[in-house]
């Protein structure tokens, strides 16, 4: 089966940290780009970051810039997004998505609250 599978959401305090993970089953990342997204209640799906196939070149979202940072590891078929100095605002379902490739997995929850 050809799915992403998000992982390492969490309730974490404000200012917290937590390290997502997106692993691929059944296809290889090597070959596509990668994004994270988020959807917050009540609100669309947003992009938060990308990063290219080698993971040389990383773009992120002007809400996150210098508080995430998006890394891959294709040895593990695995994507990282590790998020610091959380807030309230971050709160969302998150979801990783190969560049170019149908289908979205069931998202990881974060919840940003004291």
């Known amino acids: 089966q050809l799915q992403l599978v998000e992982s390492g959401g969490g309730l974490v305090q404000p200012g917290g940290s937590l390290r997502l993970t997106c692993t691929a089953s059944g296809f290889t990342l090597d070959y596509y780009a990668m994004r994270w997204y988020r959807q917050a209640p009540g609100k669309e799906r947003e992009w938060v970051a990308s990063i290219s196939m080698a993971g040389g070149t990383t773009n992120y979202a002007d809400s996150v810039k210098g508080r995430f940072t998006i890394s891959r590891d294709n040895a593990k078929n695995t994507v990282y997004l590790q998020m610091s100095s959380l807030n309230s605002e971050d709160t969302a379902v998150y979801y990783c998505?190969?560049?170019?490739?149908?289908?979205w997995g069931q998202g990881t929850q974060v919840t940003v609250s004291s």
């Open positions: 998505n190969a560049v170019g490739r149908p289908g």
